[in-house]
C-alpha cells in the first residue's frame, strides 16, 4: 500500500486528485463523513479478490493509521 497525501495543504490537492480518479470528496471509512485529506492506494493482491484500489481517507484516519502502522476500517466502496 502506498499513501497519497500533501499535509502541507490540508490536503487540497489530494482532493484534486480524488476527483480526478473519481473518488469521493468524503472518507471511505464506514461512518466518517470527514473531507478528503489522503489517498490510499492497493496495488493489485494487496487485497483478497480485488485489483488495484484507491480509497479516500480523512485527516484522523491518516493520523491514525500513520501512528499505528495499522489500516484496520472498514470501507464503503
Not at 480526478?20 to 470527514?34: A, F, I, S
Amino acid at each position: 500500500m502506498k499513501i497519497i497525501a500533501d499535509p502541507e495543504t490540508g490536503g487540497l490537492y489530494t482532493i484534486a486528485l480524488a476527483i480526478d480518479w473519481g473518488l469521493p470528496q468524503n472518507c471511505q471509512v464506514e461512518g466518517c463523513k470527514e473531507k478528503t485529506f489522503a489517498i490510499l492506494n492497493f496495488t493489485d493482491g494487496e487485497i483478497e479478490g480485488r485489483k488495484a484500489i484507491q480509497i479516500a481517507i480523512c485527516k484522523k484516519h491518516y493520523e491514525e493509521g500513520i501512528k499505528t502502522g495499522v489500516v484496520k476500517w472498514r470501507f464503503i466502496l
